[in-house]
């Protein structure tokens, strides 16, 4: 060990209530930001899970036209010239042909399963109450290559679907505000007329706007129900890479030019929102170390003034400006190395331990646990703010012990 840090743990140790208490700042700041960070990003990842599974990574819908416009003006000369813009275009809604588009799709690498759906507005009717709610119509086995509909299955089985012609699946919510169950029939009105299907499954997606409207039905029947014996609505995609998905709808739309929209698109306001909260949480719990930070800094100028006879003799030794500043800069060190590592073991334990506790959480999405996210980003963000803060305080008192002359001291007019 180097007489440096030997002196500048002699220095630490001499005023070690004011230094432990900005260790115990820096050591719950470090924990309280990593279990922020992993709690705000925990729900934000929870939230694109239950989207990706049910309403998939890209959504092909509404045609796009090009409109063409335009305008002749007329010369001092008497001749004539045209402007044409082509730059305008509308959307038609609905996809007209699905089967060609989907062969496009297929031809796109990343492309891992396309489901074509029909939707429409229908009223359902049990022995109870009447309430409206939305229909879509799917091959089931498609639907479940681009969504987790399957794993979303809470009562009945698939099976009983697929071998049931008029079989539904309906949403929880809605089952229980028709306050019908497994094998019971409801009437399902559409256009004037009227349907009966038996409830072969009841799932839940946790979305409980979409648990409370929505029914899958088999496209045969939705075409039915809805008279529209062609076409689709929209066409769902899954990817092999979901975070890709902006890149790959950009190079659909101008392939097949189709208007399509990637979960990031479709979810933008909610992503916007959980980036504001975890940065908010961040800048908010990072006051603590920089209180800490502070505190240390003060702890430090005090020490610089109190040893400066000390100084003097280390310096009258033959101690050059920048061993007098590593000193101060090693005592800096050991608080950031000790805060850091006792605040990431702190970080772990309260993360696993509010991620067991019980908390029910319905809304965007639904849960019974609180959602954390396990990331050694959050750790390193963490440190790296802490070692900012930290020495910065300790650089200042530092530089200022270095600039102490030893005749300064002695004559009673150092600074």
Same mark, same amino acid.
């Given at each position: %060990?180097?007489?440096?840090?030997?002196?500048? +743990?002699?220095?630490?140790?001499?005023? &070690?209530?004011? %230094?432990? %208490?900005?260790?115990?700042? +820096?050591?719950?700041?470090?924990?309280?930001?990593?279990?922020?960070?992993?709690?705000?990003?925990?729900?934000?990842?929870?939230?694109?899970?239950?989207?990706?599974?049910?309403?998939?990574?890209?959504?092909?819908?509404?045609?796009?036209?090009?409109?063409?416009?335009?305008?002749?003006?007329?010369?001092?000369?008497? !001749?004539?010239?045209?402007?044409?813009?082509?730059?305008?275009?509308?959307?038609?809604?609905?996809?007209?042909?699905?089967?060609?588009?989907?062969?496009?799709?297929?031809?796109?690498?990343?492309?891992?399963?396309?489901?074509?759906?029909?939707?429409?507005?229908?009223?359902?009717? !049990?022995?109870?109450?009447?309430?409206?709610?939305?229909?879509?119509?799917?091959?089931?086995?498609?639907?479940?290559?681009?969504?987790?509909?399957?794993?979303?299955?809470?009562?009945?089985?698939?099976?009983?679907?697929?071998?049931?012609?008029?079989?539904?699946?309906?949403?929880?919510?809605?089952? #229980?505000?028709?306050?019908?169950?497994?094998?019971?029939?409801?009437?399902?009105?559409?256009?004037?007329?009227?349907?009966?299907?038996?409830?072969?499954?009841?799932? *839940?997606?946790?979305?409980?706007?979409?648990?409370?409207?929505?029914?899958?039905? &088999?496209?045969?029947?939705?075409?039915?129900?809805?008279?529209?014996?062609?076409?689709?609505?929209?066409?769902?995609?899954?990817?092999?890479?979901?975070?890709?998905? #902006? *890149?790959?709808?950009?190079?659909?739309?101008?392939?097949?030019?189709?208007?399509?929209?990637?979960?990031?698109?479709? *979810?933008?306001?909610?992503?916007?929102?959980?980036?504001?909260? #975890?940065?908010?949480?961040?800048?908010?719990?990072?006051?603590?170390?920089?209180?800490?930070?502070?505190? %240390?800094?003060?702890?430090?100028?005090?020490?610089?003034?109190?040893?400066?006879?000390?100084?003097?003799?280390?310096?009258?030794?033959?101690?050059?400006?920048?061993?007098?500043?590593?000193?101060?800069?090693?005592?800096?060190?050991?608080?950031?190395?000790?805060?850091?590592?006792?605040? !990431?073991?702190?970080?772990?334990?309260?993360?696993?331990?509010?991620?067991?506790?019980?908390?029910?959480?319905?809304?965007?999405?639904?849960?019974?646990?609180?959602?954390?996210?396990?990331?050694?980003?959050?750790?390193?963000?963490?440190?790296?703010?802490?070692?900012?803060?930290?020495?910065?305080?300790?650089?200042?008192?530092?530089?200022?012990?270095?600039?102490?002359?030893?005749?300064?001291?002695?004559?009673?007019?150092?600074?």
């Amino acid at each position: %060990m180097s007489p440096n840090i030997r002196i500048a +743990i002699r220095f630490l140790t001499a005023n &070690k209530r004011a %230094m432990a %208490m900005s260790l115990a700042g +820096i050591i719950f700041g470090v924990a309280f930001f990593i279990f922020g960070q992993a709690q705000t990003s925990g729900f934000e990842q929870f939230f694109v899970k239950t989207i990706l599974g049910t309403n998939g990574a890209i959504r092909v819908q509404d045609r796009i036209r090009e409109t063409f416009t335009t305008m002749e003006l007329e010369n001092e000369d008497g !001749s004539s010239w045209v402007i044409e813009n082509t730059e305008n275009f509308k959307y038609i809604e609905g996809i007209e042909h699905p089967l060609e588009v989907i062969q496009a799709l297929k031809k796109f690498e990343s492309v891992t399963g396309i489901s074509e759906v029909l939707t429409g507005s229908v009223l359902l009717a !049990s022995n109870f109450r009447s309430y409206t709610g939305q229909i879509f119509g799917v091959n089931i086995d498609d639907h479940i290559a681009v969504s987790d509909l399957e794993n979303q299955i809470v009562f009945g089985d698939l099976n009983d679907f697929r071998s049931k012609p008029t079989g539904i699946l309906i949403g929880a919510g809605l089952a #229980r505000l028709l306050q019908v169950n497994i094998g019971d029939t409801v009437i399902m009105t559409a256009l004037g007329q009227n349907n009966r299907y038996t409830i072969a499954c009841i799932f *839940e997606t946790g979305v409980s706007d979409i648990d409370r409207e929505r029914v899958y039905m &088999k496209l045969s029947e939705a075409r039915s129900v809805l008279q529209r014996p062609h076409g689709a609505s929209f066409l769902q995609v899954n990817l092999q890479d979901h975070n890709r998905a #902006r *890149e790959e709808a950009l190079h659909m739309t101008n392939t097949i030019y189709y208007h399509v929209a990637s979960w990031q698109e479709r *979810e933008k306001s909610w992503l916007d929102a959980f980036l504001v909260l #975890r940065v908010s949480t961040g800048l908010t719990v990072s006051t603590i170390i920089l209180l800490s930070g502070l505190g %240390m800094f003060n702890t430090l100028a005090m020490l610089v003034l109190e040893k400066t006879k000390e100084i003097a003799i280390l310096r009258s030794m033959g101690y050059t400006r920048n061993d007098i500043a590593s000193i101060f800069i090693w005592q800096g060190v050991f608080v950031l190395l000790a805060g850091t590592s006792l605040g !990431s073991i702190l970080a772990v334990l309260i993360t696993y331990g509010v991620s067991n506790l019980p908390f029910r959480v319905t809304g965007i999405f639904s849960t019974d646990t609180f959602v954390v996210h396990w990331s050694i980003w959050h750790y390193v963000a963490a440190i790296v703010t802490a070692s900012v803060i930290v020495m910065i305080a300790s650089y200042i008192p530092a530089r200022r012990a270095a600039r102490l002359e030893p005749g300064d001291i002695i004559r009673g007019t150092s600074q």
